[in-house]
């Protein structure tokens, strides 16, 4: 039952209300309950749930846990943050792909900062640089060959003890903050069928993506 069906049109509860002191403890009680939007937090937990089958059971066949224990393993946090970006009931495919690629942003962050010496970061940005075709796999890759410059140059940075400045970091932050690689590939997730043209444009990052850079830095 909800709390409107007890209030006038001015917005005050009714009159008749006054006398009954049970009845406005259990409106107090109930309001605990159901809220607004509830719906929407079952289905989230929900998928909460399935987080083990849905994310755990990829990452777990990977072998990433084993070969790099240095990393963080934060499966959780990364559906949290797939959620921040698709938070509609009916995406919740775009979700369990997002919640992948944030883990491997994560595990690929921590190897720029804390895994690899600078000569071995050199050789795994060249690897990933490495076969570009055109198609939108070769895209996606593109996005992931800039986010992984974007962290080799941190990295030479911390290095070499060079402060950047203000400027010079901002325009590699908003690249290694992983919102373009994020953004792209929450497009493909929910766009069907995908747009040839409008794939050349975003690869372009035109002011979509930079007007939006500020909210990822």
């Keep these: 039952m909800q709390a409107k069906a007890f209030i006038e049109e001015d917005g005050n509860f009714m009159e008749c209300l006054a006398d009954d002191v049970k009845g406005i403890l259990s409106l107090y009680e109930a309001s605990f309950l159901s809220l607004e939007g509830m719906p929407w937090s079952f289905h989230y937990t929900g998928e909460c749930r399935n987080l083990k089958p849905m994310v755990y059971r990829w990452y777990k066949e990977t ?6 224990r240095f990393a963080r ?6 559906f949290l943050w797939a ?8 995406f919740g495919y775009a979700r369990k792909i997002l919640t992948k690629i944030a883990v491997l942003i994560t595990i690929m962050d921590d190897i720029y900062d804390v895994y690899g010496t600078l000569d071995e970061l050199e050789v795994f940005t060249q690897t990933i640089e490495r076969d570009q075709d055109f198609n939108i796999i070769s895209n996606l890759r593109k996005l992931w060959a800039e986010l992984s410059r974007a962290y080799y140059l941190e990295a030479t940075w911390y290095h ?22 994020l953004l792209f590939h929450a497009y493909f997730c929910i766009t069907n ?10 690869e372009k990052y035109p ?5 939006h850079r500020w909210f990822f830095v």
């Design 83 to 90: 959620l921040g970006f698709t938070p509609e009931p009916h």
């Design 160 to 181: 070499s003890g060079y402060f950047p400045s203000t400027e010079e970091y901002l325009n590699t932050a908003w690249v290694s903050i992983s919102g373009p690689v």
């Design 193 to 202: 069928p995908i747009n040839k043209g409008e794939l050349q444009s975003l």
């Design 73 to 78: 393993h934060r499966l959780a946090e990364c």
């Design 63 to 68: 072998g990433l846990p084993e070969k790099l």
């Design 207 to 211: 002011g979509l993506f930079i007007g």
